[in-house]
């Protein structure tokens, strides 16, 4: 179904309150400047043990205005929807860009660093002034994400009696004695104009539900929970009524016999495994190892008191090798139903698609404009994002998604391929370096392969390797049809933090000769 974009936006003063802001960045000798307004409304509701827990319903509504005033950046936001009050706020941008330059000028030349020695013998410009990489012009554009029907126009009674039901159905299992459910949903509306000449209007619907069945052994107290696989993703209310893609019954069917199996499961034995990783899991691995590892603003330093920098540093694009040769990565900001998916980003980029890893080796990175001119490339690709009016666009992830092969084999294949190891399914927790290099993930549940056969369930269990060793210890990748596209609604970056929501495709894939700890052993240690 397309939708158009929501009436009551449209009848905002969109256009003529980013005509006063322009103007007033023009005649004050503005070299660039942009107007963003944003709608986006937030709902969520919680559930525990089939009971209402809590509920918000959230509007952030307003502008924002920057520009680029002598080399520098500026930025102000408002809420008042009069002109006056536009191109006032026009005209704090550009004193913040004045003041911005003061300060640049007065702290004097910009000192070496881990950005400017990977930029150093290149010929580009490292110091602080900001320039920005071409973009054609795109007039009077118009997006819509791809859903169904809009979460916001179905009944909240009907939301919480679908969690409720759903949750009744896990208190109903045997050994299930806590059931919480929780249900995100998202609509996004925007407006982008700049003195270039673009101007945009889009539109965004997201969701992600999710269900937690706890077990608790009522004699030792041991506890045990798991969460159900399906993803959150760029979909309506068709997602949660079977038309969406998932089966919804059939998983939640499944959970409580799943659950107590891994309530008696056997505590893993530390040591090397060879591990076929689904991508229920596998997408947090990319995400943490690949996704911001390949933020080239992090990458160069830009960005680093918000988890650190990056391993994949500018000097080895071309040369560094990622991972073995059948893995190959892209950053997506098309994919249909993906929560990075866009039209245009804040910069007024259009969406594209582009190669991060080709055959193990790193080729790419992902960019806003500014980051594309410092380092040489002709274009951005559309890789800037505010999560709010109130923030200024920093750089964030696409869909960062690793490819399947054409003809892969199915996960039953690679399982069959395996003699002594391990098939992991869902995200659990996870840890990661501050240069985006040593980690070590667990999952939701992990199954003992034998002789290429599936032998039971253990627990305490987490995989534990560096991002090359891990990508490079990869064999096989699975065909199209085990290809999933997972992600999150809560990917934290900059200050102050904002959140951004992401999705990461993956097939199902084989890597050799994993280390894998017993977490109880190693907390004990």
Known sequence: M????????LALPLRALADAALARARA?????????????????????????????DITDLGYAVRVVHGGSWGFASGVDLSMDAAARVASQAVAMAKLSAKVIEA???????????????????????????????????????????????VPDTDKTG????????????????????????VHENKFYADTAGTTTTQQRVRLHPQLTAVAVDPVSGEFESMRTLAPPVGRGWEYLTGAGGWDWDAELAELPGLLAEKMA??????????????????WLTIHESIGHAT?????????????????????????????????????????EHGLATIGYDDEGVAAQSWDLVRDGTLVGYQLDRRIARLTGFERSNGCAYADSPGHVPVQRMANVSLRPAPEGPSTEALIGDVENGLYLVGDRSWSIDMQRYNFQFTAQRAYRIRNGV???????????????????SMTAVGGPQTYVLGGAFNCGKAQPGQVASVSHGCPSALFRGVNILNTTQEAGA
């Open 2 to 9: 397309v939708h158009e974009i929501d009436p009551s936006f």
């Open 28 to 56: 004050l000798g503005a070299g660039h400047a942009d107007f963003r307004f944003e709608r986006v409304r937030s709902a969520s509701w919680r559930l525990r043990d089939a009971r209402v827990a809590g509920a918000s």
């Open 107 to 153: 702290a004097g030349s910009e000192s070496k660093s881990a950005r400017s020695a990977s930029l150093e013998g290149r010929g580009w410009e490292t110091g602080g002034r900001v320039e920005l990489a071409d973009e054609p012009v795109h007039a009077d554009r118009t997006w819509v994400s791809s859903y169904e029907v809009d979460p916001f126009g």
């Open 162 to 185: 679908l969690l409720a039901e759903w949750s009744g159905r896990l208190l109903a299992a045997d050994g299930v004695a806590h059931a919480d459910a929780a249900l995100l949903t």
């Open 265 to 282: 499961a056997p505590p893993v034995e530390a040591g090397s495994y060879d591990l076929v990783i689904d991508p229920s899991n596998l």
């Open 295 to 335: 933020e080239l603003d992090r990458a160069l330093g830009y960005e680093a008191a918000y988890a650190g920098t990056s391993f994949a540093t500018f000097d080895k694009l071309g040369s560094l090798r990622y991972g073995s040769e059948i893995m190959n990565v892209t950053g997506d900001r098309t994919a």
């Open 454 to 472: 599936l032998a039971g369930q253990v627990r305490d269990f987490a995989y534990q390797a560096s991002t090359t060793d891990f990508w490079g």
